[in-house]
C-alpha cells in the first residue's frame, strides 16, 4: 500500500516535469499564460504545479489528476498560438462535459479558435515601466514585474527614481530587492553595476535615476518612450501633483494609494474596465479597499446589501513609529510592536468611488497590530433578505473559481488558517468560510488579506490592462461548475 502511494507520487512528479519546459515555451515564444484555476503555472515548481492540481478539490470534490490536464497541455503546444491565457482547468471541465466523443485535440482547437492561427491577437508589447519610489510596495512590485518578463511582450521596468541615500545607496537598494524579512529571497540573480547605476535582475537592466524633483527629468534621455509610472511614495495624491510626473517619456501615471479629487480610483476586476482609456492619472486605491469591494461587490449582485461596517485588523506599517514619538496622527505616534492601536481607515468611503452604482452605507475603523504583515477584514453586513451560511459560502466559493472577481478573490476551508499563511498571496482578499457567520439577513465574513503582496498584485493586473497588454482568459466557455458542501 505504502509503494501505491509512493508510484503515483512519482508519476505525478513525472508529469509535472514533462509540463514545466511546455509552459515556458508557450510563455517566452508564443505569449501564452497557462493557468491552472485561474492560478498561472509559468516558473513554478514541480510541488507548487502539483499543489495547484490539489486545490481544485474545492471546485470538484476532488483532486483534479495532472494526469488529465497534461494531454491538453501536450495539445496546446502544437498549435498555432497567439498571445492570451489558457486554463487548463476550464479546458479538462469542458471537456468532460461534452458528449460528442471528440479527442482532446480536436476539443482543445475547438475551445481556443479565438486564438488560433489567422485569429490570434498580435502582441501589445513590450510597454516600458518606471517606478518612482522603492519601498515595501515598491519592491514588490518590481519582483512581480521581473517574474513576468519572460515573454519579452509584457511590462518592462526600465528605470526606478529615488533620492539618493549615500555613497553605497545602489548596493543597499539592490540589497534591499534580493532579501525580504517577510518575503523571503529574490527568486534568481541580482547584479549591480555602479557605473552605470544600474541592477541586473534575472537580466533585466533596471536603471537607478537619482533625483529630487519629478519635474526635472526626461525619461526620453534613457531611452524610456510611452512608459506607465508607478508612483508608490504617496507624495502627491491629487491631479495637481500627479501631473508633475507627466514628463518627456512617461505616458501615465499611477499611484498606490488612494486618489483624491478627480483621480480615479481602480479596483481591478471590479471597475477597471469602465476606466476611460485616455486617462494619464489612476490611482489604485488602499490596499484595504482592494480586499473589501471585491466581496462587497460580489454580494452585493447576489444578495443586496442595506448598510455595512467594516474593521480592520491591519498590520503596522512604516507610517508609525517603532517607539513612541511624534507622529501627526495621535494614536500611531505610539509604539508600532507593542500596542494595539485604533485608527481611521478611509477604505469605507472609498468604496463609493470604486461602485459609484453602489447605494449601502459603509462605515469603517481599524486597528493597528504588531505583526509585519497580512491583515484580516471584518465585514458586517445587513442583507436586503435572508440567507443561510451555506447559500452564502457557496455562492462566494463559485465566485472565487469562476468569473470576472476570480483572480481578485480567494476562498479557504482551512479549520487552523492564521495570518502568516497568506503571506504572499496574489488574491486581493481571501473568504475565510469557518469564520462566517451568517443569521437571517445579516452576513458577517472574515476576509484575509496580504496587504503588501496581494495589493502589488492588484497594481500590477492594473498596469497591465492600463497598458494594453492583459489577454482575456480561454476558453471563454459557459461551464457550470459542479456543486459540493463546503
Known sequence: ????????????????????????????????????????LVNKSVISILRTHRFARQIEGEELSIELTLPFLQALAGMELGPSKIDLGRLAMAYRADDRGLSIEEFTA??????????????????????????????????LLIEKVGSGNGLNLRAVVVRKGGAEDLAKRASLLRRDSVHGQFNGTIKVNPENNTIIANGNVIRFIYSDDPTNLDYTEYGINNAILI?????????????????????????????KGDVPNIVHGVNHLDLDASEQIVSCASC??????????????????????????HSFTNDQNLLDNYHKADRRGRSAPFNLVLTETGAASAVAKAMPDFKAKITGNSIRVPTPDVSVAILNLQLQREVTRAEVLEYLRRVSLSGPLSRNLDYTVATDAVSSDFIGSRAASIVDANATIVDGDTAILYLWYDNEFGYSCQVVRTVQYISGIEYPTYPQLNVELTSHAV
Open 1 to 40: 500500500m505504502t509503494t501505491d502511494h509512493l508510484d503515483r507520487w512519482n508519476a505525478h512528479e513525472a508529469s509535472a516535469e514533462a509540463m514545466i519546459p511546455i509552459i515556458g515555451h508557450l510563455y517566452r515564444d508564443k505569449g501564452v499564460t497557462i493557468l491552472l484555476h485561474s492560478r498561472s
Open 110 to 143: 475547438e475551445a481556443l479558435a479565438d486564438v488560433i492561427g489567422g485569429n490570434k491577437a498580435e502582441p501589445q508589447g513590450p510597454r516600458d515601466v518606471v517606478l518612482y519610489g522603492f519601498g515595501r510596495i515598491g519592491r514588490l512590485v518590481a519582483r
Open 231 to 259: 508612483d508608490n511614495t504617496g507624495k502627491w495624491r491629487d491631479r495637481t501633483g500627479l501631473e508633475q510626473h507627466l514628463r518627456p517619456g512617461i505616458g501615465k501615471v499611477l499611484l498606490t494609494a488612494p486618489g
Open 288 to 313: 484595504t479597499t482592494n480586499a473589501i469591494v471585491p466581496p462587497l461587490k460580489a454580494m452585493d449582485d447576489e444578495f443586496g446589501i442595506v448598510r455595512g461596517h467594516v474593521e480592520t485588523v
